[in-house]
């Protein structure tokens, strides 16, 4: 079962905003990853298919591709690595709501039963456009789904947190009852992998008043945070907070454990490599 209730996970979460700290939710696609994002005070962890190919070496973006089951994947990840490492450190299971496979609502139940204490919209169609996002929402593939199971999740008592992009999204996922709404400005840069044309700073401000505005008044409890786009480094979170201070926190994806990883283990090698016989 879940670790943490949704009260005491939303607890957790309004007491750092109440002392004007800031949140900080880390996507992890492995367990050192996660237990060492925890121990640095990392208010959750969250995994996905996204996060496990960025641990692969590859960029996060091959969870849009058909190339692995996303549910199945973030199953494994939280039940088998996740959980048991971060035992005082909420879990959320990154999971494509639109799967036609599976029963979605009852894989809700599934995850809380695998240990997960909430759940988000990862891989979300909020981040496809164009001809192929219209052919999805025709078919019965789109955003509606993710609304649903997660609108289904807080029903259910379970945490939830959603990615959007405009504020009709953002307002649909409020009113379905969902706790975090995240601001999403597309891929990162950065890093051997990252995006060369990503959101800046302008432009993520913009977004990001612009939902702030919708939630203003009737959902003013909602948790406000943002990932992706320019955002690489705290400075640049910080940036964006000065403009923004309604934000109450940052996702940090590749800059939770790419970034690291890529500065560290090269530096830890070449150490190594630099040791001489006499």
Not at 39 to 54: E, K, Q, S
Not at 133 to 141: F, I, N, Q, S, Y
Not at 177 to 202: A, C, E, K, P, R
């Amino acid at each position: 079962m879940a670790r943490f209730t949704r009260a005491e996970i939303l607890d957790r979460l309004k007491a750092v905003r109440a002392a004007d700290g800031v949140l900080f939710d880390a996507f992890c696609g492995s367990g050192i990853t996660a237990k060492m994002a925890a121990r640095g005070g990392a208010d959750m962890v969250t995994t996905h298919i996204l996060a496990f190919f960025r641990m692969q070496g590859l960029s996060s973006m091959a969870g849009y591709l058909p190339i692995g089951d996303a549910n199945a994947i973030t199953l494994e990840i939280g039940e088998r690595f996740l959980a048991n490492v971060v035992p005082d450190c909420p879990v959320m299971a990154g999971i494509l709501c639109g799967d036609p496979t599976r029963d979605m609502r009852r894989f809700v139940h599934t995850l809380a039963d695998a240990g997960f204490d909430g759940i988000m919209n990862c891989p979300t169609v909020a981040l496809i456009d164009g001809q192929y996002r219209k052919d999805l929402e025709e078919t019965g593939l789109g955003y509606a789904h993710e609304i649903d199971i997660l609108g289904y999740a807080s029903s259910q008592d379970i945490f939830t947190k959603a990615f959007t992009t405009t504020s009709d999204e953002a307002l649909a996922m409020a009113e379905a009852g969902v706790d975090n709404i995240i601001v999403h400005f597309g891929n990162s840069s950065g890093g051997s992998i990252g995006s060369q044309t990503v959101m800046g700073l302008d432009d993520m401000v913009a977004r990001t008043v612009a939902i702030c505005d919708a939630l203003a008044g009737r959902y003013d409890d909602r948790i406000i945070t943002v990932h992706g786009g320019a955002i690489e480094a705290p400075d640049d979170f910080a940036a964006l907070l000065r403009q923004v201070p309604r934000l109450d926190g940052y996702i940090g994806g590749s800059s939770a454990e790419r970034f690291p990883i890529e500065d560290s283990v090269p530096k830890a090698a070449e150490a190594f490599k630099a040791v001489r016989r006499s």
